[in-house]
């Protein structure tokens, strides 16, 4: 059956079109003149192309540019081969709030789909360099990134930041996975044992049996389709609770309680779970083993000591948690203003990362370059347009005046950007969120942070082979 185009997406494939119209013709890789989406129609100049590594990008300068440049980390990791011509484009139209401040946005899709935070920060400091070359170094830089792009976004201000002459003034960071690859996805790990030992079906005692560590077998077939039903049967989540069978429902009030994971996210963490899971180990970590709940106690079930006895339990390879850590851990080291957004009922990266990111600056002694702001919104993937631009605008006076805004002062900001673009204002100055180890089970030494310091990190750089593959 076919299926009609959404506008977003049908404006990609034009764009696409006449990059790969460009690339036929034997022309090298070029930004070229692009229609910008409906959101910045007859505000912007677009242009979009493809970096030397085959990263697409799309690009948008205001006709009122205030001179400064927003580089934008997505979040994801999408998990298609190569890299998708339509993600950046589809970033710009969902962050046009920052174009329509004036502020010039770039943004790439990253080389390949797939795990590899320093790569889809490298991805991200070849698009300033290629903006710089043609349209001259702006007046300020800052890096933004949204969920795992927010993880991205904070190894671009450790890494390329650099202080005061670095190409990089600020960076904002919302709803960020900021705990890093080692510990971050520690709730998922528990979610998939937690699942298992009560559901059964995934896999399935018929079926072939592999450790839950690597998500799938490299070579499985399972769809998101074919995982939703299992759940569904398991859990009866898509049904209202009248329809669910007893069985549905203690399974369902077990899983939820012994992780913490919402209802409405189940699904989505469950996926995650198992196919980036499968992508991190197979295809980034070579069949090594990153994760571990050997000393984890789960609580908060009917039967807390058949739990624990019956769960499956494993260690994980210390090479495998070697290159996760390298690859996505924050070290805290930063030397240029940051300023982080999130909203407090994230159901997806729980506001508790902020906790591990705050320690993790404090223990690099950089706590003074944070400021981390929040409010009472429940979504995860977008968050009010009137936030983000009083975020944006906080960050830069931060960066021009050098006096750091207060949670206070950003949300007293708020009410005249809302003025504008009617979304509200949530900001909670007084909010200070629990410390990470209260929403996720701490494993061994799992509660000193920075989880991978800044002279750790330089010693691994000089090591070959280490971290995750571009």
């Known amino acids: 059956m076919h299926r009609s185009q959404s506008p977003r997406r049908a404006l990609a494939s034009g764009l696409v079109v006449a990059l790969a119209g460009g690339l036929l013709a034997g022309s090298p890789p070029r930004a070229v003149a692009a229609e910008c989406p409906a959101e910045l129609a007859g505000m912007a100049t677009c242009r979009t192309g493809q970096d030397g590594n085959g990263a697409y990008y799309a690009i948008a300068i205001p006709h009122d540019w205030n001179g400064s440049l927003v580089l934008h980390a997505h979040g994801g990791p999408d998990l298609g081969e190569g890299s998708d011509p339509e993600r950046s484009v589809e970033d710009l139209a969902r962050w046009s709030v920052m174009v329509r401040e004036g502020y010039a946005w770039a943004g790439s899709s990253y080389r390949r789909g797939g795990y590899g935070t320093r790569m889809a920060a490298e991805d991200t400091e070849n698009l300033r360099r290629l903006f710089v070359a043609e349209f001259g170094r702006p007046r300020q830089t800052l890096v933004h990134g949204q969920s795992w792009g927010g993880n991205v976004a904070a190894k671009v201000a450790e890494i390329y930041g650099d202080g005061p002459r670095g190409p990089y003034d600020g960076a904002l960071l919302t709803n960020g996975v900021l705990a890093g690859g080692s510990r971050g996805y520690d709730y998922r790990v528990d979610l998939r044992v937690v699942y298992q030992y009560y559901c059964g079906n995934h896999p399935r005692p018929t079926e072939p049996q592999y450790p839950l560590w690597m998500g799938l077998p490299a070579d499985a077939t399972m769809t998101s389709a074919d995982l939703r ?99 996505s851990d924050p070290t805290g080291a930063v030397s240029i203003p940051v300023l982080t957004l999130h909203a407090i009922d994230d159901p997806t990266a729980f506001v508790e990362h902020e906790s591990a990111y705050r320690a993790s600056l404090d223990g690099a002694r950089a706590g003074r370059l944070l400021v981390q702001t929040f409010t009472t919104e429940t979504e995860h993937s977008s968050l009010s347009d009137a936030g983000y631009a009083t975020a944006m605008s906080a960050l830069s006076a931060w960066v021009r005046t050098g006096r750091a805004p207060t949670p206070g002062s950003v949300a007293r900001a708020c009410p005249a950007f809302d003025a504008r673009y009617g979304t509200g204002c949530f900001f909670e100055p007084a909010y200070v969120p629990a410390d990470y180890e209260s929403r996720v089970y701490p494993r061994r030494a799992g509660q000193r942070w920075p989880a991978l310091s800044a002279a750790e990190e330089n010693a691994l750089r000089h090591v070959p082979g280490v971290g995750i593959a571009p």
């Not at 189940?266 to 980036?276: G, K, P």
């Not at 090594?288 to 789960?298: D, I």
């Open 229 to 327: 039903s299992r759940l569904q049967e398991c859990t009866g989540y898509r049904s209202s609770p009248a329809d669910r069978t007893p069985e549905q429902q203690r399974n369902l009030d077990d899983i939820l309680a012994v992780t913490g994971i919402p209802e409405r996210t189940l699904e989505s963490h469950l996926r995650f779970a198992t196919f980036t899971f499968r992508d991190i180990v197979h295809n980034r970590l070579g069949g090594r083993n990153p994760f571990g709940n050997k000393q984890v106690r789960y609580t908060g079930s009917h039967d807390d000591a058949a739990l624990n006895a019956g769960v499956r339990r494993f260690s994980p390879d210390p090479s495998a948690v070697r290159d996760l850590s390298f690859d």
